[in-house]
């Protein structure tokens, strides 16, 4: 399975954006995925995900009410969308696959896409 991410860009401080991460390869079923992301000089953190299955989201405390994370099965991709962006959210973010349970820590992912960096100015 290869994840594809896309729809970084340059936006204000307030602005939206919308990620998506479309996988590739064998017939993508039971697969958890989530987003990620790395700011300049800091850990990669868990930013939201979502079970393929039964659709059950996932959210970091600091992306509640800002963030919809979201996933198509027919066309095996998942979308974050981002409301209400802030500077500090500025960071290349990652979408990650897994087959096993649903889990926050980066390290439990096999299976990444080469992030989209997202740039959010004040």
């Known amino acids: 399975v290869q994840l594809q991410a896309s729809g970084g860009g340059l936006v204000q401080a307030g602005d939206s954006l919308r990620l998506s991460c479309k996988a590739s390869g064998r017939t993508f079923t039971n697969y958890n995925m989530a987003w990620f992301r790395q700011a300049p000089g800091k850990e990669r953190e868990f930013v939201s995900g979502i079970t393929w299955n039964l659709g059950s989201t996932y959210y970091a405390d600091s992306m509640k009410g800002r963030f919809t994370i979201s996933r198509d099965r027919a066309e095996s991709t998942v979308t974050l969308q981002m409301n209400s962006l802030k500077p500090e959210d500025t960071a290349v973010y990652y979408c990650?696959?897994?087959?096993?349970?649903?889990?926050?820590?980066?390290?439990?992912?096999?299976?990444w896409g080469q992030g989209t960096l997202v740039t959010v100015s004040s």
């Open positions: 990650a696959a897994r087959t096993m349970g649903f889990q926050t820590q980066s390290a439990a992912y096999p299976i």
